[in-house]
């Protein structure tokens, strides 16, 4: 019995070691074969489900559509939605899965249905896919086999652990086809029906929710009728369980199919084309006020209409928002549907001649720094340097002119000469130092042409110039502080308006920028036009400008709240007769800011300006010579203190009857007085007293006194010192003819003319002579009746 119960011992226990055996090899090959199974499960999910390419839509910051380009494929799919309208989720789920939101991607119900279904008639009539299922499949792409299907439904599965149901129908609404090459929800709605999916119909989320089951059904010229069927029987689905109601139902099956696709809109194109390029296959919201654009594209298109007349074809123009640093409107050309006259340049971005539109910069470094005071005088006669001679607009020399009014006339050669004193390079650095990223040429390259347009800039970077100098006055007086400013955007983004790091040297200080803006609201163009005519509701600081050969004119506009810049002429560089900036982008630029709210004027920064006593009459600190009654009190930079003091204010001694200069020696019975004169420069004052009557020349020296003094009594207008003259030929073939002018104190006075040591003859009041000088270098001397000579050199080509 014993043995025999340890037989069967060990018999047992062998069995038991040979089915464990067994078992371990099973689990051996089973246990890392389910890991296997379920890694693949997990994984097998692609990370962004589909891989396809997709169009780039551009919004408004309110969300409103301002155009799209089609995606590479050629296809209209806009990316993917952050959610799906209810109605269109309503009459999807009751067409295509009534029973989605309990299913885990797979319906068993369904399947035994169609099993059944497809037995009956023979053929495949229904595949019993989920919403789910045809996610899947539209990520997939694959040919419709049993295989394909149970992978579909494996992947259904995975695909509900990682998404919600609402992501899920977003997935399907995006990338389900809409007929043609409209695929998604929000592109057919915009196609099909010209709105946003958000304000879908019934009607309409209903004929989409059947589409994708027939999308070529979507076809304006035939298979309407099998699509409206399909359409009204499926309201009648919603209608029957009372999902909506009778009224509803009715309008909804009364609604018509769309007969023609509609255009998408086309709003800012050129911006949206920008981002296309930059940011292409994504969905953009932008900084711009879709209400603005449009009034700022009707403003542009009317004046355009008017400026056509003349051959000026093109006009661009940008809003920028001061205190959100964004871009509110933004017009790079006009007519873009139209490809002839260079429609589609965006001009934004397009390098043109800059004209006068730099002038405010130099005015404001020169006053910032105390090199200039906003009323100092400034010379305004006919120059030549190393043989560049700059005109005015209007051809015509007030011999001097107070800084601030030769910003506000534009004029050009105040500016040339103030250029020459600041430095060309010293300009140069500190204009890419502001943004104007075309000076891709040495300094040297532009000389003094560089004030007067000889350089080309972007309206983009000219008008943010003039935007970070409104945005650094803005905070200054703010916090009495500056700090560094980003770049304006057109991409909405919370940290627009952020400032940057607090710093000790802007730019340019508040002050300057101030009494910069002080002078550009007092623009005058008399020989252009009478701004006082223009009904401008608000105070703006504005400047224009017109490149040579009327190609191009320009306006900036600033207030508190906006800067405004404006662009017209022609794409390709035409020029055109008339074509200034004050009167075409001026006018358009005045128009825009009567569109957008107002704005209180710029708050005076008295923290950065000091007070001190200037001269009236010379702008310049007082002097000891300048008269009490002609010192004005007035705000100016603190390094203005610096400056030199009125260096045209000089004590002369004049005789009682103040008819004739004297000494205290050969003053005798005329007796003397001594007094302060307001003398300027001979050639200064040649031009300054035809537009100043009450200025006054210095009197003579009387007959009984030697003349002795440092008052030049004359100066040459022409040639200038060293000059080197070209004399072109008459018509007949002779030499032509070179005029010398000379301004005198005292006109009445004879001139004596040599030239080279050869007397030419004499002149009394208009101090011209002409002459027909030989090549080479020449001397040419003049002498008065009081004995006072001057000398100067020339040289003839």
């Not at 269109?88 to 939101?101: A, M, N, P, Q, S």
């Not at 008639?121 to 229904?126: A, P």
Request: charged residues 20%; glycine residues 6%.
């Amino acid at each position: 019995m014993v043995k025999q119960y340890i037989h069967k011992s060990k018999t047992y226990i062998f069995s038991l070691r040979k089915r464990y055996r067994k078992a371990k090899r099973k689990y051996q090959i089973g246990i890392p074969l389910c890991l296997i199974l379920l890694v693949w499960y997990i994984l097998c999910l692609p990370p962004p489900l589909f891989h396809v390419p997709y169009s780039t839509v551009v919004s408004d910051r309110h969300e409103e559509l301002l155009g799209a380009r089609i995606a590479d494929d050629q296809q209209w799919r806009f990316p993917t939605s952050d959610s799906v309208p209810e109605k269109y989720k309503i009459c999807l789920i009751e067409f295509e899965d009534r029973h989605f939101r309990s299913h885990w991607g797979v319906n068993p119900l369904a399947i035994a249905r169609a099993i059944k279904q497809n037995i009956g008639t023979g053929r495949i009539v229904s595949g019993a896919s989920t919403i789910t299922m045809q996610t899947i499949r539209l990520s997939r792409k694959e040919s419709r086999t049993f295989g394909e299907k149970f992978i579909e439904m494996i992947l259904a599965t995975r695909l509900e652990f990682s998404y919600s149901k609402d992501e899920i129908l977003n997935l399907y609404a995006s990338h389900a086809p809409m007929g043609g090459n409209v695929v998604g929800i929000d592109a057919a709605s915009w196609r099909y029906f010209g709105h946003q999916a958000a304000t879908l119909s019934w009607a309409e989320a209903a004929t989409l929710a059947v589409l994708p089951n027939s999308p070529s059904l979507m076809h304006f010229g035939r298979n309407r009728d099998k699509l409206l069927n399909k359409r009204n029987k499926l309201l009648g689905a919603l209608h029957q369980r009372n999902i909506i109601e009778k009224v509803d139902y009715e309008l909804a099956m009364a609604e018509p199919l769309p007969f023609q696709p509609y255009p998408l809109p086309q709003v800012t194109p050129h911006l949206v084309t920008r981002i296309y390029k930059e940011n292409g296959g994504r969905h953009i919201t932008s900084t711009i006020d879709k209400y603005q654009q449009e009034r700022t594209e009707s403003i542009l298109n009317r004046w355009n209409a008017e400026f056509a007349q003349n051959g000026v074809k093109n006009i661009a123009a940008i809003v920028f928002d001061v205190e959100k640093n964004e871009v509110l409107a933004y017009c790079g050309n006009v007519n873009f549907e139209k490809e002839a006259s260079g429609n589609q340049v965006d001009v934004i971005q397009a390098p043109r001649s800059t004209g006068s539109i730099l002038k405010p910069f130099l005015y404001c470094a020169m006053l910032q720094e105390g090199e200039l005071l906003p009323d100092q005088l400034l010379p305004d006669i006919p120059i030549n340097i190393n043989g560049f001679a700059p005109k005015n607009f209007s051809l015509q020399y007030d011999g001097a002119t107070h800084a601030s009014e030769a910003l506000a006339r534009s004029l050009n050669v105040p500016f040339v000469v103030s250029l020459r004193n600041y430095s060309i390079p010293k300009f140069y650095n500190l204009l890419k130092k502001a943004g104007m990223t075309t000076l891709d040429r040495p300094a040297d390259n532009y000389g003094l042409s560089l004030i007067l347009g000889g350089a080309e800039g972007k309206l983009w970077d000219i008008s943010y110039m003039y935007l970070s100098m409104a945005q650094q006055l803005n905070l200054f007086n703010e916090e009495n502080r500056y700090y560094e400013l980003k770049k304006p955007s057109y991409i909405l983004n919370e940290k627009n308006s952020e400032r940057g790091d607090r710093i000790k040297s802007p730019l340019f200080s508040a002050g300057a920028i101030w009494q910069t803006f002080d002078a550009l609201t007092n623009l005058n163009r008399p020989e252009e036009i009478d701004w006082r005519s223009i009904p401008s509701i608000q105070k703006i600081a504005w400047k224009t400008g017109t490149s040579f050969g009327f190609r191009d004119g320009w306006a900036i506009g600033v207030s508190p709240k906006y800067v405004v810049g404006v662009w017209v002429g022609n794409s390709d560089g035409e020029g055109r007769p008339g074509l200034t900036g004050a009167r075409t982008a001026g006018m358009v630029m005045f128009d825009i800011f009567n569109s957008l709210p107002q704005s209180r004027w710029f708050e005076r920064p008295d923290r950065d300006l000091v007070r001190a006593e200037i001269c009236h009459e010379s702008g310049f600190l007082k002097s000891m010579n300048c008269p009490e009654a002609g010192t004005d009190t007035m705000w100016i930079c603190k390094r203005g203190l610096d400056a030199k003091p009125c260096p045209y204010h000089k004590l002369v001694h004049l005789s009682e009857d103040m008819r004739y200069q004297v000494y205290e020696n050969c003053a005798g019975s005329r007796g003397i007085v001594h007094t302060s004169w307001f003398i300027l420069p001979p050639s200064w004052e040649w031009y300054y007293k035809e537009q100043h009557p009450a200025y006054r020349s210095l009197p003579p020296y009387s007959p009984e006194c030697s003349k002795n003094s440092d008052i030049k009594p004359m100066e040459f207008i022409y040639p200038f010192p060293n000059a080197v003259i070209s004399l072109p030929k008459q018509l007949d073939g002779s030499p032509g003819q070179l005029i010398f002018e000379l301004a005198h104190r005292s006109p009445q006075s004879r001139v004596f003319w040599h030239l080279d040591g050869q007397y030419l003859g004499e002149t009394e009041i208009f101090h011209k002579k002409e002459c027909i000088p030989g090549k080479g270098g020449h001397i040419l001397t003049v002498v008065d009746d009081t004995g006072a000579s001057l000398s100067i050199k020339f040289t003839i080509k």
